[in-house]
């Protein structure tokens, strides 16, 4: 696998309709810098909003995945998320001029040839990977579902389908490396079978969908003058059913359907955000199970399985000490918690606590098992972010930042005298009308120690 971050070569644009809505949608691909990851841009409403393609946003998964935020929704995502990730494309903005993407052929084909036509370039910062170290399994009992991912040095998805179909049978799916998805899983076109059509269309859904862009599966004998209703709800003159498909459709493989679900698995995992090393097994999954798991594996990131980001070096020269922290955040001894910033940007802020013996709290917590108070652990993540909240503007001394909530928070590890805390914070969306969000994570050395979802407001001083 390369360990470098990549974005597309050049923009990439598709028109077409999307499947549920029936809309005329343009969309348009373009490069994103390192650690974007995959936004959408709705460019048809005002000061068009972004969606980050994550897990964490999913609304809906009835007949495809949405995601949205701030109420702002974009649907049937799940062929695009498969086509950049299986191309390699970890960030990349979406320019989309509705609330759906277009459905093409029912595939993910178009986009991984237009993805390969334009290739993707390395940029300059590692790829992040999760590792799968011991297995994580999703389950619905109710349905037979179960998700399954397992240790292995590589990506790869096996996937049975049992729909209880004459037709379909029981099917399997297989990609053992990644390279396979352009030509074995991204030609493999969305199905569906013709008894769930007409509710569909009762719920408003697939007024996109045709016999050129889904494979129509049916079960049962159909009698004469039912061809001719059907020749009117689909728009053709010659609808016909031939092995049990509509239209003398011919797949372009026999495990088509199976395939198509890995390649929905393959989109929807995308949604974790991050590249998985593991081994994927899958039996009857769908977009709702797909998406549960990827917030699972998304859950594991958060608790910090991975590693932290910065290496902290004692030697090197701090970008903040002690006196110019003192110049910018209003706290002082025995409550000013953090000792230097070793890194600030414009999104993300480290920060150092050498946690010692004289700190005032051992006094009483506890005298003979000393441990550092957890609200105090929260307290130092929170005047790092401070720094980060304030440090680009140019009279901090004259502004404080003042707690709104504080969400997730776990403590993972005790802290006690003699370990050296870094703190790692940073932003979750861009600082809006003074309100910083922030996500908070304390180490000792490569061990995740505390962690939680910080808000605050930036106030200036009376």
């Not at 020749?231 to 198509?260: M, Q, Y």
């Not at 051992?362 to 720094?387: D, K, S």
């Not at 940073?426 to 009308?433: Q, T, V």
Request: glycine share 6%.
């Amino acid at each position: 696998m390369s360990q470098y971050q990549k974005t597309l070569a050049a923009p990439i644009s598709f028109k077409g309709k999307g499947l549920h809505t029936g809309l005329s949608v343009n969309m348009t691909v373009m490069a994103a810098p390192v650690g974007n990851g995959i936004r959408f841009k709705r460019i048809d409403l005002d000061n068009q909003p972004e969606v980050e393609a994550l897990a964490d946003y999913v609304v809906d998964t009835s007949r495809g995945t949405t995601i949205e935020k701030h109420g702002v929704r974009v649907s049937t995502i799940e062929h695009i998320m498969a086509a950049l990730w299986a191309c390699g494309v970890d960030n990349a903005f979406i320019e989309i001029d509705a609330p759906e993407t277009p459905i093409m052929d029912g595939s993910a084909l178009a986009y991984t040839e237009a993805i390969k036509k334009v290739g993707v370039v390395d940029q300059d910062a590692e790829r992040e990977y999760f590792d799968i170290t011991e297995k994580i399994s999703y389950y619905d009992v109710g349905k037979g579902i179960e998700i399954a991912a397992y240790p292995d040095d590589a990506f790869s998805i096996n996937v049975n389908i049992d729909f209880n179909s004459k037709v379909l049978g029981n099917q399997y799916a297989r990609m053992e490396r990644v390279s396979e998805f352009p030509a074995e899983i991204a030609p493999c076109r969305t199905f569906v079978f013709l008894h769930e059509i007409e509710p569909l269309i009762k719920n408003n859904l697939i007024k996109g969908g045709d016999l050129d862009n889904a494979i129509v599966i049916v079960e049962n004998p159909i009698p004469d003058d039912e061809f001719e209703r059907l020749s009117k709800l689909f728009n053709k003159k010659d609808v016909k059913i031939s092995d049990g498909f509509l239209n003398n459709l011919k797949l372009r493989f026999p495990n088509e359907p199976a395939r198509h679900k890995l390649l929905d698995m393959m989109g929807d995992l995308a949604l974790v955000g991050m590249r998985i090393r593991g081994r994927i097994v899958a039996y009857k999954p769908g977009h709702f199970a797909n998406t549960e798991f990827a917030k699972l594996v998304r859950k594991e990131i958060k608790r910090g399985l991975a590693k932290p980001k910065f290496k902290y070096d004692p030697n090197a020269e701090p970008v903040y000490n002690i006196n110019q922290i003192r110049s910018m955040l209003p706290h002082r001894p025995p409550f000013l918690l953090v000792d230097k910033i070793m890194h600030v940007d414009e999104t993300s802020v480290v920060g150092i606590k050498n946690v010692t013996m004289n700190e005032p709290f051992f006094v009483g917590h506890f005298p003979n098992e000393p441990v550092m108070p957890g609200v105090l652990t929260v307290e130092a993540m929170a005047q790092c972010g401070g720094i980060l909240a304030l440090h680009s503007l140019k009279d901090p001394e004259n502004y404080s930042t003042y707690f709104l909530k504080i969400d997730g928070v776990r403590f993972k590890r005790k802290i006690v005298p003699g370990d050296t805390l870094q703190f790692e914070l940073k932003l979750m969306e861009p600082i809006r009308r003074g309100i910083v969000l922030m996500e908070a994570r304390a180490y000792v050395g490569d061990t995740l120690a505390t962690e939680a979802v910080l808000m605050a407001q930036i106030a200036k001083n009376k």
